[in-house]
């Protein structure tokens, strides 16, 4: 007979095996909410020592725990991972030198006393858990430093330089500058702390900064013991580090939205260091490293005032599937990097399919024209986000060193679109937020007739490599065609499914771009503020935002931002999800899409693209035509007068039932479906035998026409079973769900 599986979770049982039981059991007992179960675990045995006594208490803490589920575990789960990730690697030290800034001697003795690092953890978390939580966010900064997602490294030019630590840091000034910048309520605290971090091997000593806000107000739903479904209101917490290296004169910060970490960043270079930002703004560069998969050589470029030797590659590290697998090559100046790459690795070496570059090192040989003496600059490229330049102290040197970098195309400087130049270009950034993939070529941007390399620099977008496959549609070729190289500077041949020649392509249309998907969405939400009267941006699916709420006849109407509304699965899924929002009442969608529904639950669609202000206008939506728009179609979110079906597609449409939210159809399917139904109820006859209603369709069944959770959404709400088995009928406000008479129909409403 096969065990039967236990639910607890492996954190939990590293805990419990690898931690002093004392401890292990104190930390599972910890609770930090009532809906949290209490697991009455057993006693400490009295003799810690005894090795059997011991052994036999774990083996019963394992038994006590495996009686509850796994949901019931997870908290604790949870807890055990966040004490384990402190006692290990490096998070050992993140712990120890937060614990050194913020503890007093009794307690930093007391810390030190304990037997290993996991009971050290435990002990920080059960009596310091505030110093525990500031040593995580250390933590995951340096996790953010070396992987990069929600990071940031930011450059500031300082004229004078800044002698500075954690207390000469005004905390509580830098706390009220970013509560304004970022626009939170009164109600929302903002609380900012400062630490120093020593020097290490591989980082100079720096300042950091932990800053803590409250986020939107937000709900869920708690299903209660009694059955009953209640609400649970309460405020997300948000959080960003900064660390400041003065002598990089380099801000890194991580949070996991962008305008966020400009924002810090931004407030903490004016209150801090007391930098002019609107005189010299904070500037992130991107490495793209992505060139040397093809060649590890460079050649030189010409720039005014130097002459050069050479220019080596000498150094190339690249990352193998995952992070920590890594490959180093180092060779000396005198060696041709590329000649020993294909000597001992092959000649399709690993680098050339690299899953990426974390680090190249250069060596360059120059003078300065009218000066003999030989110079040598050294560049050391880390990932996207950090090169040596910065530390380096002679500003022309490292004016130098990034001007090479960009005429070899590693370089992007990070530089502000202007609002202006935002407004002229929203429609297409707006297509651009509408479109299923996160990559889009070179050619498609054309056709929108935007400049990569500026939205590059404005970091909307990311440089990706060039598109191995197109699609060719001339008179003599149909088909796939693959990119080869061009002899042409600037061009690809293009060659037919077939081998055949169908001529050559501007690089600049096959090259791909990732789309800064969080990025791109702030930025249109900033400019679409000036639209409400209430802000309050709340994400609620990846393609549907809570914006907050604007007057119309003197009333505050909920106001969302959706895109992607020409996927039918996502306009259902949408759907789904507003209808579970009811108690909102009416509100505007604003849609991405130029193919959309007209109602999404009881909320009215209007294309934002449809109601743009004239270019000589300084506001850039015309708000009359938004309103109009919502009072044309605010009885239809209502359910109208009477039920029927609108088509706004061939495979779209909406059933309006009066005193119900509008429901959304996807396909002809669930369409006839309800034209049906509604015909039916019309007539007054509302029940329908199974065979008529679902006659030339696969289907035999309504059910198996729609994905299960919007099935168990509608049935006995839309739909529902008729007065004799076998028979549906369309569900009207305020009729019963099943076994109905036609008696109680009185024909249509």
């Known amino acids: 007979m096969a065990r039967k599986a236990i639910p607890i979770g492996p954190n939990i049982l590293a805990l419990i095996e690898d931690a002093r039981i004392d401890f292990a059991r104190a930390a599972l007992s910890v609770r930090e909410g009532e809906n949290e179960p209490d697991f009455a675990l057993p006693d400490n045995p009295s003799d810690l020592t005894d090795d059997d006594a011991v052994e036999a208490f774990r083996l019963d803490l394992i038994q006590t725990l495996s009686e509850f589920d796994q949901d019931e575990l997870r908290p604790a789960e949870q807890r055990s991972r966040r004490i384990r990730a402190l006692a290990d690697g490096k998070g050992v030290t993140s712990l ?29 978390y059960l009596n310091a858990r505030e110093t525990f939580e500031d040593a995580e966010s250390f933590h995951f ?41 970022l626009e939170l309520k009164p109600e929302i605290s903002c609380t900012v702390k400062a630490l120093d971090l020593p020097a290490t091997e591989t980082h100079a000593a720096s300042i950091m900064l932990i800053v803590r806000h409250g986020g939107p107000l937000s709900s869920v ?16 917490p948000n959080e960003a580090t900064l660390i400041y290296t003065p002598s990089l004169r380099q801000i890194e910060v991580c949070a996991d939205s962008p305008v966020v970490r400009q924002t810090v960043s931004d407030s903490f270079a004016e209150v801090a260091l007391g930098h002019d930002i609107s005189q010299k703004p904070l500037t992130w560069k991107r490495y793209n490293l992505s060139r040397f998969r093809t060649s590890l050589r460079l050649q030189p470029p010409e720039i005014d005032g130097y002459a050069f ?31 020993v790459a294909d000597k001992y690795l092959g000649t399709r070496n690993i680098f050339r399919r690299a899953e990426a570059f974390s680090r190249i090192a250069i060596a360059v040989a120059y003078n300065r024209v009218g000066d003999d003496k030989e110079r040598a600059l050294n560049l050391t490229i880390s990932g996207t986000k950090s090169c040596n330049l910065q530390s380096k102290t002679d500003p022309e040197e490292r004016a130098l060193g990034f001007a090479l970098l960009k005429e ?5 400087a ?13 429609p297409q950034l707006v297509q651009l937020h509408d479109r299923v993939e996160d990559e889009v070529s070179g050619g498609y ?29 001339d008179d003599d070729l149909d088909g796939e065609g693959t990119m080869k190289p061009s002899a042409t500077e600037g061009m690809v041949n293009t060659v037919g499914p077939f081998g055949e020649d169908a001529g050559k392509r501007p690089v600049s249309d096959v090259e791909m771009f990732a789309i800064n998907g969080q990025w791109l969405h702030e930025t249109l939400m900033r400019l679409i503020k000036p639209l409400l009267s209430k802000r309050t941006a709340q994400i609620l699916d990846p393609d549907l935002t809570l914006l907050g709420a604007m007057q119309v006849d003197g009333a505050e109407v909920p106001v969302y931002f959706a895109r992607r509304l020409n996927d039918p699965r996502t306009a259902q899924r949408l759907d789904l999800a507003l209808r579970a929002r009811n108690t909102a009442g009416v509100g505007i969608i604003l849609a991405a899409s130029e193919e959309m529904p007209s109602h999404l639950g009881s909320n009215v669609v209007v294309p934002l693209l449809s109601h743009l202000a004239s270019a000589d206008e300084e506001i850039l939506f015309a708000r009359d035509g938004i309103e109009l728009g919502y009072r044309n179609n605010l009885s239809l979110a209502r359910g109208g007068v009477s039920p029927r079906v609108v088509r706004t597609g061939a495979q ?72 004799k088995n076998g028979y549906w009928r369309l569900m009207l406000a305020g009729q019963p769900t099943e076994g109905v008479s036609d008696a109680l129909v009185e024909g249509p409403v």
């Not at 009794?106 to 290993?116: A, H, K, L, M």
């Not at 930011?154 to 207390?167: K, P, R, Y």
């Open 96 to 124: 120890t030198t937060i614990i050194k800034q913020q503890l007093d001697d009794t307690q930093s003795q007391e810390f030190d006393r304990q037997p290993d690092q996991i009971c050290r953890s435990i002990w920080t």
């Open 141 to 181: 900064a340096r996790q953010f430093r070396e992987h990069g997602k929600l990071y940031d490294a930011f450059e500031v030019e300082l004229e004078n330089h800044v002698a500075l630590d954690a207390t000469a840091i005004d905390e509580t000034a830098l706390a009220a500058k970013i509560k304004g910048v």
């Open 221 to 236: 739903y708690d299903h209660r013991h009694d059955g009953r479904r209640g609400t649970i209101y309460y405020r997300p």
């Open 309 to 339: 030797a050479f220019a080596r590659v000498v150094e190339a590290e690249i990352r193998l599937g995952i992070w920590r697998r890594k490959l180093q090559l180092k060779v000396a100046v005198d060696d041709d990097i590329e000649e």
């Open 408 to 412: 070899w195309g590693i370089l992007s």
């Open 414 to 426: 990070f530089r502000q679109i202007a609002p202006d130049d935002l407004q002229a270009i929203f």
């Open 445 to 473: 941007l054309l056709e929108l007739g935007l400049d990569a390399s500026r939205l590059i620099e404005g970091g909307l977008l990311e440089r990706r490599d060039r598109q191995d496959v197109v699609l060719i549609d």
């Open 652 to 723: 779209s449409g909406t059933l309006f039932i009066p005193g119900k939210e509008p429901l959304h159809l996807t396909g002809n399917d669930q369409l006839t479906i309800f034209e049906r139904l509604v015909v039916a109820a019309g007539k007054g006859s509302p029940d329908i035998q199974v065979k008529a209603l679902m006659e030339g369709f696969e289907s035999r069944s309504p059910q198996q026409t729609f994905r299960k959770n919007t099935w168990d959404s509608i049935r006995d709400v839309y739909i529902g079973k008729g007065a």
